[in-house]
């Protein structure tokens, strides 16, 4: 058996084993009316209560959900599709404008010394600010919640890339930068001849850092301002105690970053440089 084929068994095995063991651990939050006064009974506390539930549970409202993922029915009661094309929607609108930004101030920050030390400063103290903080001064200049959820994936998108883009063109070798010079190139034909195709492993590097962090950013951001998205789904199924849609939400959620995360991967794969 070869290692790919050993890999995907233990992989199956592994998921049925998490099943059985999430059926084990997790009750179905039925309440037994042994014992219980006809008060309670009639007050409905025999009812199953909230509850983890487990993956058979999950399963079934997954089938459920994605066989009709598209419905509309109003604001509070659209489908997992829709919800995460909303959301899908605007991680690409912030990722796409850091690109515009990230990759030109990355190369100028690679190619020059100056701007590098000038620019430092900056980066390092706006670098470590969580995207969500600034969420209520985009509200309060932007004025709606859509673009600034936006401008927060866009925020926390640009630093992985800059900080790779400008790493990738500084780490190129000295003896290329040195032949583009006896050819007599100028700064732009040498940025995209010469160091756009030694720079570009580590650009996708930070591409997929940054759609990484942009996932996880727009859950927390359409938490925070409602509407519609992914984000509003888990915390709109919270408040109507509905864990299994939640637990449901989660596994969508990774799933979706998975798919995103491999996109990346795969287009950078017709990239490939060698020396």
């Given at each position: ?5 050993k ?34 009974i ?36 659209k489908?997992i ?15 796409f ?22 620019l ?49 063109v ?45 996932w996880?950013v ?9 509407g ?48």
């Amino acid at each position: 058996m070869t290692e790919k084929n050993k890999a995907i068994l233990l992989s199956i095995s592994l998921f049925f084993l998490l099943i059985i063991v999430g059926e084990i651990v997790t009750g179905n939050g039925d309440r037994s009316k042994a014992n219980m006064t006809e008060y309670e009974i009639l007050m409905g506390m025999g009812e199953p209560e909230a509850h983890v539930p487990g993956p058979i549970e999950v399963g079934k409202l997954a089938i459920k959900e994605l066989s009709h993922p598209f419905y509309d029915n109003g604001p509070n009661d659209k489908g997992i599709g829709l919800q995460l094309l909303y959301s899908i929607g605007r991680v690409m609108a912030g990722f796409f404008l850091a690109v515009i930004v990230a990759l030109p101030v990355g190369f100028l920050i690679g190619m020059s010394p100056v701007f590098y030390k000038a620019l430092q400063p900056y980066i390092q103290i706006l670098k470590p600010v969580s995207p969500l903080a600034w969420m209520p001064l985009a509200l309060f200049v932007i004025k709606d919640s859509i673009m600034s959820s936006v401008f927060v994936i866009f925020i926390c998108s640009i630093w992985p890339m800059l900080i790779n883009t400008a790493f990738g063109v500084m780490t190129v070798k000295k003896d290329w930068i040195n032949v583009s010079k006896t050819l007599e190139m100028g700064s732009l034909e040498t940025a995209i001849k010469i160091l756009l195709p030694a720079a570009l492993p580590t650009i996708f590097t930070g591409l997929r850092i940054s759609m990484g962090i942009s996932w996880l950013v727009i859950v927390a951001a359409e938490m925070l301002v409602g509407g519609t998205g992914i984000g509003y789904y888990v915390w709109n199924e919270w408040n109507n105690l509905d864990l299994t849609s939640v637990v449901f939400s989660i596994l969508m959620i990774g799933f979706v970053g998975m798919v995103l995360d491999s996109l990346i991967a795969y287009t950078s794969g017709f990239f490939n440089y060698q020396e």
